[in-house]
């Protein structure tokens, strides 16, 4: 089947424009995260949805960052007024949730790549 | 809050060579400890995981362990190839009713020289 899909590949911004990057995690997936991947650097958290409960924003780096998921499926997430150190890899996972026992493998999109003028 | 440390930040080493990562971690609550491979330009990819009620957990060269006690815990890939060549992410969660996020560490750059 197919995995996570996402989009743009690519977005080149001004300063100061909002953005919008999709998610399209895998069918029957419950759980999806939002990622940032600076050049070079690790995967730092932003925001995390499981279900219907209420999502884990603890990673968002300003409200200027937000994101929606409807039900168990596409998320967006939106960067308003952005900056130049917004750009980065946003990568987007998702993950069957299967208790305590079992694995937890988050299947990775390929990224949209965000260059902010 | 939930912080995950990992060392070294860059790794070489021979072909054949064995090749030893470390992670710590912050949340004691955390029971999920994955390890995800990233070649370069590509996404991370789940290469073995191991949770907390388990001490060592092994797939042909790759082998996790963890220290519950010490929070912390290691990759172990034994006769590394050149196509072992990746950056390599340790990461920690909670499941249950806390959820499944994610902190990941900062990754190590893993050079395998034929």
């Known amino acids: 089947g197919a995995g996570v899909s996402q989009s743009p590949s690519n977005k080149v911004t001004e300063k100061g424009k909002d953005v919008e990057l999709r998610c399209d995690p895998i069918?029957?997936?419950?759980?999806l995260y939002w990622y940032r991947q600076r050049l070079g650097q690790g995967l730092e958290f932003l925001i995390y949805?499981?279900?219907?409960?209420?999502?884990?924003k603890s990673g968002l780096p300003s409200d200027r960052f937000s994101a929606e998921r409807t039900g168990e499926s596409v998320s967006t997430l939106t960067i308003q007024r952005t900056q130049q150190e917004d750009s980065a890899v946003y990568l987007c996972?998702?993950?069957?949730?299967?208790?305590?026992?079992?694995?937890?493998?988050?299947?990775f999109g390929p990224g949209t790549r965000l260059t902010v003028l | 809050g939930e912080n995950v440390e990992q060392h070294p930040s860059t790794l070489s080493v021979q072909e054949g060579d064995s090749a030893v990562i470390k992670c710590t971690y912050s949340?004691?609550?955390?029971?999920?400890f994955p390890w995800y491979k990233q070649e370069l330009g590509k996404r991370p990819q789940l290469i073995i995981d191991i949770r907390s009620n388990v001490g060592e957990k092994k797939d042909q060269r790759i082998a996790v362990t963890l220290n519950k006690t010490a929070k912390h815990f290691s990759l172990h890939i034994t006769e590394t190839q050149p196509e072992d060549s990746a950056v390599y992410f340790c990461a920690a969660s909670r499941g249950g009713t806390g959820g499944f996020k994610t902190i990941f560490g900062a990754g190590t750059r893993l050079f395998v020289k034929a």
């Open positions: 949805f499981q279900g219907n409960s209420a999502p884990d």
């Open positions: 069918s029957g997936h419950t759980a």
């Open positions: 949340d004691s609550a955390s029971n999920y």
């Open positions: 996972a998702s993950s069957f949730v299967p208790g305590l026992a079992g694995s937890n493998e988050q299947f």
